[in-house]
């Protein structure tokens, strides 16, 4: 028995636990201000914008981060008191594009900046008063793609190679044809991979371009053609994801050309329009999702687990991710230190244990550390006989259960009330197959 426990001990020094959510200080002063729009560049830098969840959407704030969120510089664009952030392309530390949009008139600007948001410029994409500019996306300092207000028989979208300085319509029949009852573009659904970009209508159409925005094709997931499309994310070129409130998710595996409807399981991000979806860069098959707390799936989104850390949260922000260890969340700062708040970062790896191979299985714990409770999300062992045995570090076996594996992922929540503080050893067992994690428990 001696042995097999100093065999689990070197064994679980060699994996990683489940991480932590950490809250980030974004630097506004002021309560109630909710981090919205978030702007990944790399593991260190990042924008982001902001907006009031409560009253009008009216804010003109933005913050930014070069060292992954340690200090933030929070900053405001002036003379647009009546517009909001509608849109955001950052390329780098010092370099953005924002659009700013009146709700009320429904005018907008595109504007740069190259100082890192000290000044911002105008510049007009569009040519008339109706051809406004609506959201935008920049590939680099160059190239970029930019959508404005639906004219009666054509979408409005052009593109710039040099910089912003002009920009060339799209016309047909290089894109499709709207449809009746006003079809418009929501470029805050688009997702980008490589020179592809997708972006969802308000009749629930995806309309794609493999070339930065010079040709454009259009595909239907299958549900009826009515209300916004909420989101439309890629993990690669050709496996994508929606989810439609009341109709569940649609997936592709063809690049958007044919979609198919499935439903989830677990516990599943709620709240319609308001969530956000994040492919996990580099995974196989992880997505993140968030509305009532944030929540994960290893398999797609065919089945969700929640992070118990933030479950009584409400986030109605996007959700950015660089790869499994490093992430952020938008949030709302609070009282009684507004300026300590407002964005939160994962800070662990996220271990995708259904892409391991099936035949051996993978388990994590958390949270962890843990203080009374902890979940074991357990997949690879359908169909087995499963022993759960937990250590101390002087070889004791302080827990023991066993449960037959139903599900192709599991999530138990595991009662540790009785332990004290300190590691702990956690082995699963079935047939030939061992896997050993680390648990830390906390007062």
């Known amino acids: 028995m001696k042995s097999i426990f100093i065999l689990l001990l070197c064994l679980f020094f060699n994996f990683s636990t489940f991480a932590q959510w950490v809250l980030q200080h974004i630097g506004y002063e002021l309560p109630g201000i909710g981090t919205f729009l978030i702007e990944v560049i790399d593991d260190n830098t990042l924008w982001t914008t902001s907006y009031d969840p409560v009253i009008a959407n009216t804010y003109q704030l933005f913050s930014r981060t070069n060292n992954g969120g340690n200090t933030w510089n929070p900053g405001y664009i002036p003379g647009y008191v009546a517009y909001r952030i509608q849109s955001i392309s950052a390329i780098s530390y010092s370099c953005a594009w924002v659009i700013l949009k009146n709700p009320d008139t429904d005018e ?262 843990c203080k009374d409770l902890v979940n074991m999300v357990l997949a690879g062992f359908l169909g087995e006989d499963v022993v759960l045995d937990i250590f101390n570090l002087q070889g004791q076996k302080v827990y023991t259960a066993e449960f037959h594996q139903t599900l192709i992922q599991s999530d138990r929540k595991i009662d540790l009330s009785f332990l004290k503080s300190g590691t702990y050893v956690a082995s699963v067992r079935s047939g030939k197959k061992c896997l050993v994690k680390k648990i830390v428990v906390e007062e």
């Open 108 to 369: 907008t600007q595109a504007l740069e900046t190259t100082d890192g948001g000290n000044t911002w410029q105008e510049r007009f994409p569009c040519a008339t008063g109706s051809d406004r500019p609506d959201c935008i996306h920049f590939w680099n300092v160059n190239e970029g793609v930019c959508a404005g207000l639906q004219s009666p028989n054509f979408f409005e979208i052009y593109t710039t190679s040099d910089c912003g300085l002009t920009w060339m319509q799209v016309y047909s029949p290089d894109i499709p044809s709207p449809l009746s009852n006003g079809e418009i573009i929501y470029f805050s659904t688009h997702a980008v991979i490589g020179n592809t970009i997708w972006v969802g209508t308000s009749r629930h159409r995806v309309l794609k371009s493999v070339d930065k925005g010079l040709h454009w094709t259009v595909s239907t997931p299958p549900y009826p053609l009515q209300g916004n499309l909420p989101q439309v994310e890629f993990l690669n070129s050709e496996h994508g994801i929606t989810r439609v409130p009341s109709y569940g998710y649609a997936e592709t595996f063809d690049g958007g050309t044919t979609w198919s409807l499935f439903s989830a399981t677990g516990t599943l991000p709620q709240g319609g329009n308001n969530g956000a979806l994040s492919w996990i860069p580099g995974s196989a098959n992880t997505i993140i999702g968030t509305n009532d707390g944030i929540h994960y799936s290893f398999d797609g989104g065919h089945t969700w687990s929640q992070f118990d850390t933030l479950q009584t949260k409400h986030f109605t922000s996007e959700t950015a991710w660089v790869n499994n260890s490093t992430g952020w969340v938008g949030d709302v700062t609070e009282m009684p230190n507004p300026s300590q708040t407002g964005i939160w970062k994962f800070t662990g790896t996220l271990n995708a244990i259904l892409e391991m191979d099936p035949g051996q299985g993978g388990v994590t714990f958390y949270p962890n550390p």
